[in-house]
């Protein structure tokens, strides 16, 4: 059996081939071109058109061949994981804190986004395309994953009472 690297190496050697007769083809139109324009007829014997056939056809039928024997075509596609896009809800957007408002950071908003978060991380999106698509930083994603996707204040079992200070 062929080794892979050799099977990849003939087949960039036959399509670095394929690519300069295509190339040769491209300068032989232009001439064509240019000897119409003239009035000489280029294949008049026969000789331009049995040239290129006799290059092209060998080298068409090997990289078929090859692709077909081997099944390259589909193992040579280049797979890029899909990432679904993320949709950020307009009242969970993160809004840099100016002068003291920061209406945004509440608990309750802070656990539905976190809510958001964890749907997000649990479909498989990756946590930096999730802090990317939130415009946030990673950590905060990470933080939120670490406490359970909690927020403090929700995961008391007793409220928190403020000792007085009297």
Not at 20 to 43: A, H, N, Q, W
Not at 58 to 69: D, S
Not at 127 to 143: T, V
Request: proline share 5%; glycine share 6%; aromatic share 6%.
């Amino acid at each position: 059996m062929l080794d892979y690297q050799m099977i990849e190496s003939a087949l960039s050697a036959i399509s670095y081939r394929l690519n300069s007769i295509e190339e040769k083809v491209k300068k032989y139109e232009k001439l064509t071109e240019v000897r119409e324009s003239m009035g000489e007829d280029p294949f008049k014997d026969g000789r331009m058109a049995t040239i290129l056939a006799s290059r092209l056809t060998p080298l068409c039928k090997k990289v078929a061949q090859i692709e077909a024997k081997m099944g390259l075509k589909s193992s040579l596609e280049v797979k890029l994981p899909t990432i679904p896009q993320i949709e950020v809800p307009v009242d969970l957007r993160m809004i840099p804190g100016k002068g003291g408002k920061k209406k945004n950071r509440t608990a309750e908003v802070v656990q539905m986004r976190w809510k958001v978060w964890k749907m997000q991380h649990e479909a498989g999106i990756p946590m930096n395309a999730i802090a990317r698509a939130w415009k946030c930083d990673h950590g905060s994603i990470c933080y939120a994953k670490k406490q359970g996707w909690i927020v403090g204040d929700n995961k008391r079992s007793v409220p928190y009472q403020r000792k007085s200070s009297k």
